[in-house]
């Protein structure tokens, strides 16, 4: 349960401002945002921040680290997994951030493209994957929707895409469009659970249907469509988010191949810096400094 009492049923912010789901406030989150899965991904990565100057975790489960890498804050939050999760993290975040707000997602993912585990794939583009109920319950149509792919910011992912060819070798690094699935299972293709799923022609259908189909994940369409959405009142109908998206390959689903612990723990401190880097090279001003931060 949240500790502070909620003001407003329509867009509840507690009474010290606080969003309901990830409990930050304004001046507690950057405009440079790295977004991962797994907390223990984040933990690892803000390693690699220069200072700490704040640390929550909600009671939802949201992760939230902010510092200074190289003299300009970066927060680093961990939001666990699927669509619903990034949608809370994108609009709370959006509610205490004034201003321009870049947003890296550096997730793990199943490729279905030469890509193999331990490799990256950068997101040109997401499509979203969706289970048809229709289909389930009458019959009606596909067994999953697949929809048309947006894009992500072409200068972040350029530089996020450059700085991690730097620093894991470009022949690691693959470039293309991103299916975001609602499920790790049916709307992935995974085959022999014990549901009904009618999923054995999904990974040919995607990749005839998309021809740089290069991932298969949980977030990424949301984060690139919510992106393009950012155009509320405030922001004069303009986006004001900017988005990129780089994916460990975890899952080969070609060669049947998984990446050992050791591997994936690599990989996540190799990129952390890459990924800072990016973010600070994308937006180098002194945009959303954190209060704390004027003292270093
Ligand atoms: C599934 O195992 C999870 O891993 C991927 C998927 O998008 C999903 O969230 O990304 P993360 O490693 O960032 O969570
Ligand atoms: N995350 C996914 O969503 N799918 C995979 O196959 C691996 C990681």
């Given at each position: 349960m949240p500790t502070e009492q909620m003001t407003n049923a329509n867009k509840p912010l507690s009474t010290?401002?606080?969003?309901?789901?990830?409990e930050t406030r304004s001046g507690e989150v950057s405009n440079r945002i790295l977004t991962v899965g797994d907390p223990k991904r984040a933990q690892k990565m803000a390693s690699y921040l220069d200072k700490i100057l704040f640390t929550h975790s909600s009671h939802r489960g949201f992760l939230t680290i902010t510092g200074l890498y190289k003299g300009l804050p970066i927060s680093v939050v961990a939001i666990g997994m699927g669509l619903s999760m990034m949608d809370f993290f994108v609009r709370e975040s959006r509610m205490v951030v004034e201003g321009p707000l870049s947003i890296v997602r550096f997730g793990s993912c199943g490729s279905i493209c030469q890509a193999t585990s331990g490799d990256v794939i950068v997101a040109k583009s997401a499509f979203a994957i969706g289970r048809n109920y229709a289909f389930f319950e009458e019959g009606k149509g596909e067994p999953y929707l697949l929809w048309k792919p947006v894009e992500a910011d072409k200068d972040l992912t350029r530089v996020v895409q450059r700085k991690l060819s730097e620093a894991v070798g470009a022949e690691h690094v693959f470039a293309g469009s991103v299916g975001n699935a609602d499920s790790f299972y049916g709307s992935q293709g995974r085959i022999g659970t014990d549901f009904y799923d009618c999923n054995e022609g999904l990974l040919d259908r995607i990749r005839e249907k998309y021809e740089d189909a290069s991932a298969l994940e949980m977030e990424s369409h949301m984060l690139f469509h919510l992106a393009q959405a950012s155009t509320g009142a405030k922001n004069m109908g303009r986006p004001s988010i900017r988005t990129a998206c780089a994916l460990m390959v975890f899952a080969d689903r070609t060669g049947n191949k998984f990446i050992s612990p050791e591997d994936s723990e690599r990989l996540v401190g190799i990129a952390a810096r890459a990924v800072f880097d990016a973010l600070v090279e994308d937006m180098p001003t002194q945009e959303g400094l954190h209060p704390a931060a004027g003292s270093v």
């Amino acid at each position: 349960m949240p500790t502070e009492q909620m003001t407003n049923a329509n867009k509840p912010l507690s009474t010290e401002g606080r969003t309901y789901h990830i409990e930050t406030r304004s001046g507690e989150v950057s405009n440079r945002i790295l977004t991962v899965g797994d907390p223990k991904r984040a933990q690892k990565m803000a390693s690699y921040l220069d200072k700490i100057l704040f640390t929550h975790s909600s009671h939802r489960g949201f992760l939230t680290i902010t510092g200074l890498y190289k003299g300009l804050p970066i927060s680093v939050v961990a939001i666990g997994m699927g669509l619903s999760m990034m949608d809370f993290f994108v609009r709370e975040s959006r509610m205490v951030v004034e201003g321009p707000l870049s947003i890296v997602r550096f997730g793990s993912c199943g490729s279905i493209c030469q890509a193999t585990s331990g490799d990256v794939i950068v997101a040109k583009s997401a499509f979203a994957i969706g289970r048809n109920y229709a289909f389930f319950e009458e019959g009606k149509g596909e067994p999953y929707l697949l929809w048309k792919p947006v894009e992500a910011d072409k200068d972040l992912t350029r530089v996020v895409q450059r700085k991690l060819s730097e620093a894991v070798g470009a022949e690691h690094v693959f470039a293309g469009s991103v299916g975001n699935a609602d499920s790790f299972y049916g709307s992935q293709g995974r085959i022999g659970t014990d549901f009904y799923d009618c999923n054995e022609g999904l990974l040919d259908r995607i990749r005839e249907k998309y021809e740089d189909a290069s991932a298969l994940e949980m977030e990424s369409h949301m984060l690139f469509h919510l992106a393009q959405a950012s155009t509320g009142a405030k922001n004069m109908g303009r986006p004001s988010i900017r988005t990129a998206c780089a994916l460990m390959v975890f899952a080969d689903r070609t060669g049947n191949k998984f990446i050992s612990p050791e591997d994936s723990e690599r990989l996540v401190g190799i990129a952390a810096r890459a990924v800072f880097d990016a973010l600070v090279e994308d937006m180098p001003t002194q945009e959303g400094l954190h209060p704390a931060a004027g003292s270093v």
